[in-house]
């Protein structure tokens, strides 16, 4: 099921990329067709190349851009339901997180703590990966909600650490694609699915894409699975 719904997120982001222009779809999606293969490695633990590994870099946007619903009023239930969302998400990582270290290194933050601390979370999301990523390591970064226009397009600085991301035109969105999809592709083995769902689609759909239009499109396709806040 989780796959499923994945795949209309799937098709919004196609949609999104096709109108950019067809150099862009071209580069960005046909070259994720060997991604199932790569799913099924990680999801049994067999784990991941380190280049294909450090694609899952922005597993650290999607927990606090997240977190902070960027499109969101200010203290409102929305805004409150998505910290709650970008919690439950940060405390799964240890169990869905697609690479063996990150779920390791993030359970070990997170223990048994309810509310762990998110950016705390974010930061060993990056530095758990091969590349060791840090706020350095990009050309613009979030780190809090002031941040959301700067960091708008980050890229990593060192392309040739990345695997099917390394030339990509929009390298978020390549890393969010990939990051969801091995993540869901684990909660499905581990049935929790729902609990994946119900945690990050509204975190894309207050603002996690940094995408005014993207996100009013997304919030249109989910309007089942979302709150009447949303």
């Not at 784990?47 to 606090?64: E, I, Q, Y």
């Not at 390591?137 to 980050?154: G, H, I, Q, S």
Request: glycine share 4%.
């Amino acid at each position: 099921m989780t796959i499923v719904l994945l795949f209309y997120f799937q098709l919004f982001i196609l949609v999104l990329l096709v109108s950019a222009n067809v150099d862009s779809f071209t580069a960005n999606v046909l070259q994720h067709r060997y991604f199932r293969a790569v799913a099924a490695k990680s999801a049994d633990g067999a784990g991941l190349p380190p280049a294909a590994a450090n694609d899952l870099w922005a597993v650290h946007d999607l927990l606090l851009i997240g977190y902070h619903g960027i499109f969101l009023a200010a203290n409102s239930t929305a805004k409150r339901e998505v910290q709650d969302h970008a919690t439950n998400l940060a405390k799964m990582l240890p169990s869905v997180h697609p690479h063996n270290k990150c779920r390791s290194d993030i359970a070990k933050l997170v223990g048994n703590n309810e509310r762990p601390n998110i950016s705390a979370v974010a930061e060993a999301a990056w530095a758990c990966l091969p590349a060791r990523f840090s706020a350095s390591d990009f050309d613009a970064v979030f780190l809090n909600e002031t941040d959301a226009v700067a960091a708008k397009m980050p890229h990593p600085k060192d392309q040739t650490a990345l695997s099917s991301c390394s030339d990509s035109n929009w390298p978020r969105t390549c890393s969010y694609w990939i990051a969801l999809h091995q993540m869901a592709f684990r909660a499905d083995a581990l049935q929790r699915g729902a609990e994946f769902l119900h945690a990050v689609v509204p975190l894309l759909a207050g603002g996690a894409l940094v995408c005014d239009g993207c996100t009013h499109h997304l919030m249109e396709l989910h309007k089942p699975v979302l709150s009447e806040s949303m």
